[in-house]
C-alpha cells in the first residue's frame, strides 16, 4: 500500500501543534506536504486588502478544502482496518471526487453515491471520480435518497461492525475531520503573523458546517491560549461563513455539535467560543444548494478576470460574492484585511448541468 502515514509531530510542522498537543493522539494521512499560499490580491472599493486563502491548490484530486479533512477521517478507517470507503453527496459533490482521489492515493476501495436528478448520465465530479477509480452509484432523489442508499449498500455488505467498509458522512463533517480545519485556522493565523498583517475577516462558503466547525474550534483553541503562549490580538480572525443552502435549518446547532464534538475529543468542550463567527443566510447571495445566484455569477466573472482566480458558480462564488457586497454597502475600513479562503469546488466546472457549466456564466 502507497502512502505516507503519519502523526502530526513529523513532516512539515503544522503550528497549531505548538498550541495544543492533543492533536499528536490522533493518527494522519499526510496527504498535506506543507501550508498552502496565502496570496495578495490586491485593494477593494472601500481600500480594504484582500487576501486569498489557497487550499483549491491541495494536491489531491483538483484540491478543495476535502483533502484536509480526509487526512483525519481516512486514518481513522485504516486504523481500523477498513479497506472499503462508502459515502454520499450532493449532484456534482467535491467531497465525493476528492474521497475517490484520496482513496486511490492510499489503496482503498471506494463507493461514492452521487443524488442525481434524473439518475443518468455522468458529468463533472460525477466523471473525475469514476476517472480516480471509484465506483459511482448515481440515485435519483435528493441528498436523503443518495445517503439512504448507501447505508442500504453497508448493510447488504456486513454492517460497519463486521465488514471492510467504512462509512464516511456527507462532507466528512465530523469531529474528526474537522480537525483539519482547526489546524488550518492556526496555519492562517501563523500566516499573518509572519506577513505582518492585522487580518480582520475570513470569509468561506459552507454547506455541511465542517470546515467552519473546524475552524471556530481552532480560533476557541487559539483564544483560548493566546496569552499563555504570546499571540497577540490582532492575531483574532473573525469568521464569516456564507450558507450556501439559505434554506438550512439551524445552521448554528451545527456548528456548535460538530465544534464541541472536536473539542471534545481533545479534552477541552468547555472552550468553545460562539462569538467569533458568523453565519450569512440572506437569499439573495445564498440562495438554494447547488444553484448559483446573480451575485455569485458576477464575483466568478470577476474573480477571473481580476484576479486570474477560478471558483465555482454555486459554492466558492457566494462566499467571494458575499465579500464584494459587504464592501459595497461598508462594511470594511481601508484599515481592513480580508481572507477568502477558496474551498475548491473546480471539479464542478466541467459538468455539462446547466446550473454547474461554465457556458451558462459565459453567456
Avoid at 289 to 306: C, E, H, L, R
Amino acid at each position: 500500500m502507497n502512502f505516507n502515514y503519519q502523526r502530526p509531530d513529523k513532516g512539515v510542522p503544522l503550528s497549531i501543534e505548538d498550541l495544543d498537543t492533543s492533536f499528536l493522539r490522533f493518527p494522519r494521512v499526510r496527504f498535506i506536504k506543507q501550508e498552502t499560499p496565502l496570496e495578495y490580491l490586491g485593494k477593494l472599493n472601500s481600500g480594504a486588502q484582500l487576501w486569498v486563502k489557497r487550499d483549491d491548490l491541495l494536491s489531491v484530486g483538483l484540491g478543495g478544502n476535502k483533502v484536509r479533512k480526509l487526512e483525519f477521517v481516512l486514518a481513522d478507517a485504516l486504523l481500523k482496518g477498513k479497506s472499503t470507503i462508502v459515502t454520499a453527496g450532493a449532484e456534482q459533490s467535491n467531497h465525493l471526487r476528492i474521497t475517490a482521489a484520496c482513496c486511490a492515493k492510499i489503496g482503498l476501495k471506494c463507493h461514492v453515491f452521487f443524488a442525481s436528478k434524473t439518475g443518468g448520465n455522468s458529468s463533472g465530479n460525477q466523471d473525475l471520480a469514476k476517472l480516480f477509480g471509484a465506483e459511482i452509484h448515481l440515485i435519483k432523489g435528493d441528498l436523503d435518497s443518495a445517503t439512504k442508499e448507501a447505508l442500504n449498500f453497508v448493510e447488504k455488505h456486513g454492517g460497519l461492525e463486521d465488514s471492510d467498509i467504512y462509512f464516511i458522512p456527507t462532507g466528512a463533517s465530523v469531529g474528526l475531520g474537522c480537525m483539519g480545519y482547526a489546524l488550518c485556522y492556526s496555519e492562517i493565523s501563523h500566516q499573518v503573523n509572519r506577513f505582518a498583517v492585522k487580518s480582520n475577516f475570513i470569509y468561506l462558503a459552507a454547506s455541511t458546517m465542517g470546515t467552519l466547525g473546524g475552524l471556530v474550534c481552532g480560533a476557541s483553541l487559539m483564544l483560548d491560549r493566546r496569552t499563555s503562549v504570546g499571540i497577540s490580538a490582532e492575531s483574532f480572525l473573525k469568521i464569516t461563513a456564507v450558507n450556501v443552502d439559505s434554506a438550512q435549518l439551524n445552521p448554528y446547532d451545527t456548528v456548535t455539535k460538530l465544534c464541541k464534538e472536536t473539542l471534545s475529543l481533545l479534552g477541552k468542550q468547555e472552550i468553545f467560543n460562539s462569538e467569533i463567527f458568523e453565519i450569512i443566510t440572506e437569499p439573495t447571495v445564498c440562495g438554494q444548494y447547488g444553484v448559483p445566484t446573480q451575485i455569485s455569477d458576477f464575483a466568478m466573472k470577476f474573480a477571473a478576470q481580476n484576479y486570474g482566480l477560478v471558483l465555482d458558480r454555486t459554492y466558492s462564488a457566494k462566499a467571494f460574492g458575499q465579500i464584494l457586497f459587504d464592501d459595497e454597502i461598508g462594511k470594511f475600513k481601508p484599515s481592513d484585511n480580508i481572507i477568502f479562503l477558496h474551498t475548491g469546488g473546480i471539479g464542478s466546472n466541467f459538468s455539462n448541468l446547466d446550473n454547474y457549466s461554465l457556458a451558462s456564466v459565459l453567456d
